[in-house]
C-alpha cells in the first residue's frame, strides 16, 4: 500500500531548559514543510574480531542513540519562524513600537541620488505626497558610501528635516550612528502633519562635516496594533547561548489512528538555519537538527497523549515572504549602491555543537549536552554579471586594474525579503525578514561562466566575519522579523 506524506505534521515547542522536554500541546507550533526527515539515529556496532573466535563478526551491540534529521519548510512569518530564529541565534530584543513600511521609499518620494548627500543646506520642496493613515512618524533611510566625517565646525553631525507644514521631523546624526558604509534606518523626532505634506529635507551638515551615499524618507506605523519588530542575533553576556526544542513528527498511516506513527525529539538543538532566496519563488529554510533524546509514539494524534488536541494551527500563506516582491532586495554598500543584482542567495547559520560522541557519559544511551564550541554565518550568491567591478574589487581589493592584492576585500550585507500581502487593514505594511552584517568577506571561487546561449553569472561566497571598529559581537548579525505580533514571534 502506497501512504502519501502530505497527512504528515511537523510541530515544535520551545524548552524553558535542557532536560525539560514540553508534553503540553497548546504549546506546539504546527508548520506545513516540504521536507520532513528526522527521527532516532541509533550506534549499532559489531564486535571486534577475537582470539578463538571465526573470521566472521561474533555479536552486536548498541552504542548510543540520539535525535537528528532536517526539515524544509517555506516559512510564514506570522507568529512561529521567529522561535526558531531565536532557538539558532540565542537571542531576541525587545519588539519594537512601529512597523517600518518602506513603500513610499522604494517608489522614490522624497530620494536622492548618489552623491547628492554633500554638504548641501538646503533644498526646494521635492514633492507632495499624501500620507498614509495610522501615520504619526517618518523614518530616514541611509545608504552610505562612507561613514560621516567631521569637519571643523563647531556642530559635527548631520541633521535632516522633513518640513511637513505645521511640524516638522528631525534626525542628527553622528560619526557614531554612521561608522562606515551600510544601510541605516532611523526613526525621526516629530510627526509632520498631513495629510498632505510637502516634504522639504534641510541637510544640516555644518562646516566640513560630510556624509556621502543616498538618502529617502518614508512612514512609520506607529499606532498600538503595529508594535512588532523582533531583533534576533547573539547573546551579550553569553555569545554561545542557544535555545532547546521539543518537536514532533506525525508519520501518517495506512488507515490513521494506530497505523499512525510519532516521532518526538526532546532537548533539540538547531545546528544549522538557512534562508534561500530564489529569483521569483517562495522563501524558504532549511532547519538542522540534533536531540538527545529521541521518543515514539503509537497513535499519537488520537490516543492517550492527544498531541493535536490544542496545539497551534498552521499559519495561512499571506505572511510567506517571497523573493521577488518590489519593496525586497540585497545590498553591498561597498560595491554598489544600487540592489545588488544577485538571481539567487542561500543564507546559511551555524552552530558547531559538540557531537554525540564527545557527550556520552559512562552509564547512559543517551549525549549528556551539546555545548557550543563555535558559531558562524556564510552565504551563497550567484551574481548576474554586469560588469567587472566586482571581479576586480574581490581580486586586487581596488575598483582599478592593478596588480593583485594580499588584502580581502570585505563590506556589509544586507538583505530583506517581505510577504505580498500587508499585515492587517490597521497594520498596513508587509510582513518582513532582514538579516543584516557588518563584515562580510567576499570570494569569488570561480571565474565567470561562459556557456553558448546563456547569460554570464559568476558564483559568490561571503564569510561573516566578527565586525570592526570594536563594534559588539551582537552586531555579528541581525536577523528583523516584523509580524505585527507582541506576544509571541
Not at 199 to 222: C, H, K, P, Q
Amino acid at each position: 500500500m502506497t501512504i502519501v506524506a502530505q497527512t504528515g505534521t511537523f510541530a515544535f515547542a520551545v524548552q524553558s531548559a535542557k532536560g525539560s522536554p514540553v508534553s503540553a500541546s497548546a504549546s506546539f507550533y504546527r508548520h506545513k514543510a516540504m521536507q520532513i526527515n528526522m527521527g532516532p539515529s541509533q550506534d549499532a556496532r559489531v564486535f571486534p574480531l577475537e582470539v578463538g573466535g571465526t573470521i566472521v563478526p561474533t555479536g552486536a551491540y548498541k552504542g548510543m542513540v540520539f535525535f537528528a534529521g532536517q526539515c524544509v519548510i517555506n516559512p510564514r512569518l506570522y507568529g512561529s519562524y521567529g522561535h526558531l530564529l531565536k532557538a539558532a541565534l540565542g537571542n531576541s530584543a525587545a519588539p519594537v513600537a512601529g512597523i517600518y513600511s518602506e513603500t513610499s521609499i522604494t517608489d522614490g518620494i522624497a530620494s536622492q541620488p548618489a552623491g547628492a548627500m554633500r554638504a548641501i543646506a538646503d533644498e526646494t520642496p521635492l514633492t507632495v505626497v499624501t500620507k498614509p493613515g495610522g501615520v504619526n512618524a517618518c523614518i530616514l533611510k541611509i545608504v552610505a558610501t562612507a561613514g560621516i566625517k567631521v569637519g571643523s565646525g563647531p556642530t559635527p553631525a548631520v541633521t535632516f528635516t522633513v518640513e511637513g507644514g505645521v511640524a516638522d521631523a528631525t534626525k542628527t546624526l553622528t560619526s557614531a550612528d554612521i561608522p562606515g558604509p551600510g544601510v541605516y534606518y532611523f526613526r525621526m523626532t516629530g510627526d509632520p502633519t498631513g495629510p498632505t505634506v510637502s516634504i522639504d529635507v534641510d541637510r544640516s551638515v555644518g562646516s566640513e562635516n560630510t556624509l556621502a551615499g543616498t538618502y529617502s524618507i518614508g512612514w512609520v506605523y506607529s499606532t498600538t496594533s503595529s508594535a512588532g519588530e523582533h531583533v534576533f542575533n547573539m547573546l551579550t553576556t553569553d555569545f554561545t547561548q542557544a535555545g532547546w526544542l521539543t518537536t514532533r513528527t506525525v508519520v501518517p498511516g495506512a488507515t490513521g489512528g494506530t497505523t499512525e506513527l510519532g516521532i518526538e525529539g526532546q532537548d533539540v538543538r538547531i545546528t544549522g538555519l538557512s534562508i534561500n532566496m530564489p529569483q521569483n519563488g517562495i522563501v524558504s529554510s532549511r532547519l538542522d537538527l540534533v536531540g538527545r533524546v529521541p521518543r515514539l509514539v503509537d497513535n499519537p494524534l488520537g490516543g492517550s497523549e492527544d498531541w493535536d488536541g490544542a496545539w497551534v494551527a498552521n499559519e495561512d500563506f499571506p505572511s510567506a515572504p517571497v523573493a521577488c516582491v518590489i519593496e525586497g532586495g540585497v545590498y553591498l554598500p561597498g560595491w554598489i549602491a544600487a540592489e545588488a543584482p544577485l538571481t539567487s542567495l542561500n543564507i546559511q547559520w551555524a552552530n558547531n555543537f559538540t557531537s554525540p560522541q564527545q557527550e556520552m557519559i559512562i552509564g547512559s544511551y543517551y549525549p549528556d549536552d551539546f555545548a557550543t564550541l563555535s558559531r558562524g554565518m556564510t552565504l551563497q550568491a550567484t551574481l548576474k554579471w554586469s560588469d567587472s567591478l566586482m571581479y576586480r574589487l574581490l581580486h586586487n581589493n581596488s575598483s582599478s586594474l592593478a596588480a593583485w592584492s594580499p588584502i580581502v576585500w570585505t563590506s556589509p550585507f544586507h538583505a530583506k525579503t517581505l510577504s505580498p500581502s500587508n499585515i492587517s487593514s490597521a497594520v498596513p505594511t508587509q510582513w518582513s525578514l532582514r538579516v543584516d552584517a557588518p563584515t562580510v568577506m567576499w570570494t569569488m571561487p570561480n571565474p565567470p561562466a561562459l556557456a553558448g546561449g546563456d547569460i554570464v553569472t559568476a558564483q559568490l561566497q561571503g564569510q561573516v566575519l566578527e565586525p570592526l571598529s570594536g563594534a559588539s559581537m551582537t552586531d555579528f548579525a541581525k536577523f528583523t522579523l516584523t509580524n505585527g505580533q507582541t506576544a509571541t514571534y
